[in-house]
């Protein structure tokens, strides 16, 4: 199985630009894709197949990366993106998720 | 708008069985592969199952491999999950969503916890 590593949480101030990385225990192309989950929702898809903003999601997220090494950028950080974000890889089944990052404001 | 909307959870006693169904809407669910996915309280997210939109290929986690059943009905536009030798561990959010091969809709999950 691809296992993916996320740091646990970030701490940022509003405003501010963050950057969440996520690596892969092996490549996965551009077969990764983010979502955000707030407290009580399901996950919402925000960037499809490395860099791709999912319609309606707002251009303060973009995402980069390739093969193993995988960022998610929110800038600038705004309250309403305190939240835990998910990376998937659809690379190979079984599908996995990172760990998740949990958003906070310092 | 696309919908799916997650039913038949609960509380059941360990060793039973409990039957999900997922309804979908705003969408041609017959030509959609769809998955199951689920997270235990304040934890990650788990893959489950993928069933491809012609029912002709499906997937398990290893998991919950022979003991949990991914089907759906396009003439109902609905997916299950049935679920047999509930354990503790499958306590969990009970999440369906669509595929492109990419899980771009999810339902707002039903909850299933298992306990003596």
């Known amino acids: 199985d691809t296992v993916l590593t996320q740091s646990p949480a970030l701490a940022v101030s509003l405003g501010q630009r963050v950057t969440i990385s996520c690596r892969a225990s092996?490549?996965?192309?551009?077969?990764m894709h983010w979502y955000q989950q707030k407290s009580g929702q399901q996950p919402k898809l925000l960037i499809y197949?490395?860099?791709n903003l999912e319609s309606g999601v707002p251009s303060r997220f973009s995402g980069s990366g390739s093969g193993t090494d995988f960022t998610l950028t929110i800038d600038p950080v705004e309250a309403d993106d305190i939240a835990n974000y998910y990376c998937?890889?659809?690379?190979?089944?079984?599908?996995?998720f990172g760990s998740g990052t949990k958003l906070e404001i310092k | 708008e696309v919908q799916l909307v997650e039913s038949g959870g609960g509380l059941v006693k360990p060793g039973s069985s409990l039957k999900l169904s997922c309804v979908a809407s705003g969408f041609t669910f017959s030509s959609y592969g769809m998955h199951w996915i689920r997270q235990a309280p304040k934890k990650g997210l788990e893959w489950i199952a993928l069933i491809y939109y012609d029912s002709s290929n499906k997937y398990y986690a290893d998991s919950v491999k022979g003991r949990f059943t991914i089907s759906r009905d396009n003439s109902k536009n609905t997916l299950y999950l049935e679920m047999n030798s509930l354990r503790s561990e499958d306590t969990a959010m009970y999440y369906c969503?669509?595929?492109?091969?990419?899980?771009?809709?999810w339902g707002q999950g039903v909850m299933v916890t298992v306990s003596s």
């Open positions: 197949s490395a860099s």
């Open positions: 969503a669509k595929s492109t091969g990419i899980t771009d809709y």
């Open positions: 092996k490549s996965v192309s551009t077969y």
């Open positions: 998937q890889q659809s690379n190979e089944l079984p599908l996995t």
